[in-house]
């Protein structure tokens, strides 16, 4: 439930024309519904501006579908991640509006009008860039969620610094972005490239793209921890929702 929801449910309370059961009723999910296998956070966008997504790894399809039922109910945008295709026909069925990403492995239901074509909240552009090819699909989750969010996003792809004129040919866009998300495997560099370049936020994402000595993206982790260029923060290995999240609050932070 979102602040105007709630603004506008009180108002009705003021005015006579709901009742105090009625609201109750009404507000009874909040802070959060309990499924038993799930608690479900509906009070979450109203409190930090984004809604609960669903990680679907792990869960069942039954368990998916009912969160995702619960959200819808409360009118919320609805991101799946992790979401892989046989669970992904089953969320498809719950909205003809419903969208896909299988590269990223996201399923959007309810897309808030405009999403993919326009910033809806955020008042910044986020630019989100891989090291290689292999690390897209890290990128791809990362942009479905800050596009879901209400955030502007561009997409440079394989921009890593075995080739660094590839991302100094982008340098104006890079430079007019409000923050920059840098998702890279292997030995992890280019967000210090980045960071050492830009002074916009820099959140750095390792992914667990390379061979045996990176440790499934352990090296990249350790890498951009110890990066040497001052205040670029990271976020953990493939997680390119979390890397989002934080994108959209500096962009928050930013409109505010």
């Avoid at 959060?32 to 399809?61: P, S, W």
């Avoid at 990403?101 to 399923?107: A, I, K, N, Q």
């Avoid at 560099?189 to 992914?207: D, H, K, R």
């Amino acid at each position: 439930m979102t602040a105007d929801r709630i603004r506008q449910l009180l108002a009705q309370v003021q005015a006579g024309r709901l009742n105090a059961e009625e609201a109750s009723r009404r507000l009874k999910t909040l802070p959060y519904e309990n499924l038993g296998f799930a608690a479900v956070d509906h009070h979450r966008v109203f409190r930090q501006g984004m809604a609960e997504a669903i990680f679907c790894e792990g869960k069942t399809t039954a368990q998916a579908v009912a969160i995702a039922r619960r959200l819808l109910r409360n009118r919320h945008p609805v991101l799946a991640t992790r979401v892989e295709p046989a669970l992904a026909r089953a969320l498809l069925r719950l909205d003809r509006r419903a969208r896909y990403e299988p590269l990223g492995r996201t399923v959007v239901l309810a897309p808030p009008k405009g999403w993919g074509t326009r910033a809806l909240r955020g008042a910044g552009h986020v630019v989100i860039m891989t090291a290689g090819t292999a690390d897209m699909s890290v990128a791809e989750e990362a942009r479905v969620t800050a596009q879901v969010l209400g955030d502007r996003v561009t997409t440079l792809y394989d921009v890593g610094v075995a080739g660094l004129h590839r991302l100094l040919d982008r340098y104006e866009l890079l430079e007019a972005a409000k923050v920059l998300v840098v998702v890279a495997g292997m030995d992890g560099a280019l967000p210090s490239v980045v960071g050492g370049m830009f002074g916009q936020p820099v959140i750095a994402v390792p992914t667990s793209r390379g061979y045996g000595a990176s440790f499934g993206g352990l090296s990249a982790l350790l890498a951009m921890l110890n990066s040497c260029a001052a205040g670029v923060g990271v976020v953990n290995i493939d997680n390119g929702y979390g890397a989002a999240c934080v994108a959209h609050r500096i962009n928050s932070l930013s409109a505010s």
